[in-house]
């Protein structure tokens, strides 16, 4: 089947400009999770998504980054007014259903942004 | 708080040799423990997970990797290192409490480079 995808594979774009980052996940998973791997930071998590729950936004950096999710599949991830140190590959993953915790993540082949 | 240490950031190993990539890990509860390999330009794969039960476990390509909770590590091994297996290595952990959400922690990664 098909796993995780993203879109675009490459981004790259001018400080202050708005991006959109795409996610889909694996069919039939409830739990979305977006983090962003960029040097000297390794994986930072971001933001999870399971079913209609409330979103755990802990992770976002900045009130510039925002994320949506939905039909309960496609998620979006937004950042606006973007900076320089916005430049990372941000990594979509899924899970079957995340409460457990117990189920592994399976992750896209990312999103590599840069900032010019 | 949760954390993972990955103290090695690259480890040299001849093929045919055994190879250990090192993990401990922090949490205050019980730990999920898993381990990923990502291949230049892709995402994260799923290698293997500890949850509960017998120390010592099997994963894909070969690998496995124990469980020590006296010495809060859980350490990648493999009998006999290929080439193929070079390759960027994470250690995550999750406190395994019911909803306790299911944010992953990531160590830093461990370049694992496996020469003729």
């Known amino acids: 089947g098909a796993g995780v995808s993203q879109s675009p594979s490459n981004k790259v774009t001018e400080k202050g400009k708005d991006v959109e980052l795409r996610c889909d996940p694996i069919s039939g998973h409830t739990a979305l999770y977006w983090y962003r791997q960029s040097l000297g930071q390794g994986l930072e998590f971001l933001i999870y998504?399971?079913?209609?729950?409330?979103?755990?936004k802990s992770g976002l950096p900045s009130d510039r980054f925002s994320a949506e999710r939905t039909g309960g599949s496609v998620s979006t991830l937004t950042i606006q007014r973007t900076q320089q140190e916005d430049s990372a590959v941000y990594l979509c993953?899924?899970?079957?259903?995340?409460?457990?915790?117990?189920?592994?993540?399976?992750f896209g082949p990312g999103t590599r942004l840069t900032v010019l | 708080a949760q954390s993972v240490a990955q103290p090695e950031d690259q480890v040299n190993v001849a093929e045919g040799n055994p190879l250990t990539v090192k993990c401990t890990y922090s949490?205050?509860?019980?730990?999920?423990l898993f381990w990923y390999v990502q291949y230049p330009n892709r995402g994260l794969q799923f290698l293997l997970k500890y949850i509960t039960g017998d120390n010592l476990v099997k994963g894909s390509y070969g690998f496995e990797a124990e469980f020590n909770k006296s010495q809060t590590s859980f350490h990648l091994k493999k009998p006999s290192a290929l080439v193929s297996d070079s390759a960027l290595y994470f250690c995550?952990?999750?406190?395994?409490?019911?909803?306790?959400?299911?944010?992953?922690?990531f160590g830093t990664g461990t370049q694992l480079k496996v020469e003729l």
């Open positions: 949490v205050s509860g019980n730990p999920y």
């Open positions: 995550a952990v999750r406190e395994g409490l019911t909803g306790g959400g299911n944010k992953l922690t």
């Open positions: 998504f399971q079913g209609n729950s409330a979103p755990d």
């Open positions: 993953a899924s899970s079957l259903a995340g409460t457990s915790g117990r189920d592994e993540q399976f």
